[in-house]
């Protein structure tokens, strides 16, 4: 008899799948019951940075050196950003769309934006850094009608954002500029 993975010390449980194929696609159902799951992500951070709050959990390089924060620290942030965002009156019909790349500010934005229940739309850079035209990142933007709109670097991202201005209505922040 086999124990299922969360009886055992085996990181995942061994494949049992079922196959059903259809006229144009073909489902995959795991024959694995489902497990207690966290109601939502902010759960997972808030269970870290209660069980292990100096443990590391959002890193970046900067040159040769590794800069971040604890998952107790995260936590503090998010909270922080969340109850900022909530006084922003951000929703559904206000979104916050995030223009930059990967970086710990980036990851505390969404985090903290899940965290209060703030839709985020994490928008590839190349749109804004490769693009001539902006004609994605307008239509994007013209879709979302955000209520807020994120760059990590104002001088980097200011011609898209001169290109989209008439594209939104949203307050544009920076980390640059705290």
């Given at each position: ?84 965002l909530l006084g922003r009156e951000l929703s559904l019909e206000r979104p916050v769309a995030i ?80």
């Amino acid at each position: 008899m086999t124990r299922s993975s969360a009886q055992s010390n085996e990181p995942f449980a061994a494949p049992a799948v079922e196959l059903v194929r259809r006229e144009h696609d073909l489902l995959v159902n795991s024959r694995h019951a489902l497990g207690a799951y966290a109601r939502c992500t902010g759960e997972f951070l808030e269970r870290w940075a209660r069980d292990a709050p100096e443990r590391p959990f959002l890193l970046e390089r900067t040159g040769a050196e590794w800069r971040g924060l604890d998952y107790g620290e995260a936590l503090r942030r998010v909270r922080r950003v969340g109850a900022w965002l909530l006084g922003r009156e951000l929703s559904l019909e206000r979104p916050v769309a995030i223009l930059s790349e990967n970086s710990v500010e980036h990851a505390l934005l969404s985090l903290a934006c899940l965290h209060v229940g703030v839709p985020v739309a994490p928008i590839s850079p190349a749109y804004s850094l490769v693009s001539r035209d902006f004609g994605k990142l307008k239509s994007i933007l013209r879709t979302l009608r955000p209520g807020l709109v994120y760059v990590s670097d104002l001088m980097r991202f200011a011609p898209a954002l001169a290109a989209v201005r008439d594209a939104h209505h949203g307050q544009v922040v920076s980390s640059d500029a705290l």
